[in-house]
């Protein structure tokens, strides 16, 4: 089993850049893909990016790529998303998530996938 706790949300403008913390506990991080999932006010919950156990692989959202980044860090049982030129519709409510992984590069972008989920960090993007 592992936990899942988010931080690094907060007012941005729009442009501006935050970068997003999962900390994970347990000591087998290293066996778990994780992904980034958001949520806004009234809306159903969407796929951000994911990466693959071994931090070799990343999927984004078509409607970030470019200017967000995955990444982890293993031996901190830590993954990032830094977020870059902001915009008003980035605004949600950001949650982690952890899933054991089969394959070492394998990524999966389908909340329904996920086994462990963080309580979430909000973010919002001032105009």
């Known amino acids: 089993q592992v936990q899942l706790e988010e931080s690094g949300g907060g007012l941005v403008q729009a442009g501006g850049s935050l970068r997003l913390s999962c900390a994970a506990s347990g000591r087998t991080f290293r066996s778990y893909a994780m992904a980034w999932f958001r949520q806004a006010p009234g809306k159903e919950r969407e796929f951000v990016s994911a990466?693959?156990?071994?931090?070799?692989?990343?999927v984004a959202a078509g409607s970030v790529e470019g200017r967000f980044t995955l990444s982890r860090d293993n031996a901190k049982n830590t993954m990032y998303l830094q977020m870059d030129s902001l915009k008003p519709e980035d605004a949600a409510t950001y949650y982690c998530?952890?899933?054991?992984?089969?394959?070492?590069?394998?990524?999966?972008?389908?909340?329904?996938?996920?086994?462990?989920w963080g309580q979430g960090t909000q973010v919002t993007v001032s105009s």
């Open positions: 990466i693959s156990r071994s931090g070799g692989r990343t």
């Open positions: 998530a952890a899933r054991a992984s089969l394959g070492i590069d394998t990524v999966t972008t389908t909340p329904d996938s996920y086994t462990y």
